[in-house]
T-cell receptor, first 111, second 116 residues
Framework: AAGVIQSPRHLIKEKRETATLKCYPI?????VYWYQQGPGQDPQFLIS???????DKGSIPDRFSAQQFSDYHSELNMSSLELGDSALYFC??????????FGPGTRLTVL | SQKIEQNSEALNIQEGKTATLTCNYT??????LQWYRQDPGRGPVFLLL?????KEKRKERLKVTFDTTLKQSLFHITASQPADSATYLC???????????????FGKGTKLSVIP
């Protein structure tokens, strides 16, 4: 069965640079979620989209923005990167309020 | 304040025994509670979802109970195997967050080690 696809899987950036993470949800899923997981931490909710509209917002810094496109893929844009942004970033998708299925994650390292 | 607590950071059990993990929550009104497995550096993998009106759910060697009065869920792995070694996360939504909000809040996880 098709799973959530995330790219890139690994990303290394310098401080103050910009990064873009991509997420391709499971086909026919209408909701996409972004989570951030720091080392030894549990995943923290950032933002979600339902049918291309932002549906919920969590602890997402103002330096980050996200959107969902007409083909349902989503992108998380991160600017003015800081060392503390180094983490695993997960995308999950679901059919509205049902089970969330997570992608393999993007490991972002900020040097 | 809202809190999700998983009983222990780490749990070691002997192969073949039943592992029992606990998830307690305060100041949440979940419509459902989910259990995920996470291996190091990998994404959480969905295991089981139990709704507020369900007491128990089973899937192969896994069993989940949900007591909304005690605000607690128990997650059992019977006949445990070394391959079950991983971190197990409980996650729940919150009906009080308003319509359209389905974000999951995770517990810190319990790292299970099954010893051969």
């Amino acid at each position: 069965a098709a799973g959530v696809i995330q790219s890139p899987r690994h990303l290394i950036k310098e401080k103050r640079e910009t990064a873009t993470l991509k997420c391709y949800p499971i086909p026919r899923h209408d909701t996409v979620y972004w989570y951030q997981q720091g080392p030894g931490q549990d995943p923290q909710f950032l933002i979600s989209f339902y049918e291309k509209m932002q549906s919920d917002k969590g602890s997402i810094p103002d330096r980050f923005s996200a959107q969902q496109f007409s083909d349902y893929h989503s992108e998380l844009n991160m600017s003015s990167l800081e060392l503390g942004d180094s983490a695993l970033y997960f995308c999950a998708s679901s059919l509205i309020a049902d089970t969330q299925y997570f992608g393999p994650g993007t490991r972002l390292t900020v040097l | 304040s809202q809190k999700i607590e998983q009983n222990s950071e780490a749990l070691n059990i002997q192969e073949g025994k039943t592992a029992t993990l606990t998830c307690n929550y305060t100041n949440y009104s979940p419509a459902y509670l989910q259990w995920y497995r996470q291996d190091p550096g990998r994404g959480p993998v969905f295991l089981l979802l139990i709704r507020e009106n369900e007491k128990e759910k089973r899937k192969e060697r896994l069993k989940v109970t949900f007591d909304t009065t005690l605000k607690q869920s128990l997650f059992h792995i019977t006949a445990s195997q070394p391959a079950d070694s991983a971190t197990y996360l409980c996650a729940l939504d919150n009906k009080d967050s308003g319509a359209g909000s389905y974000q999951l809040t995770f517990g810190k996880g319990t790292k299970l080690s099954v010893i051969p």
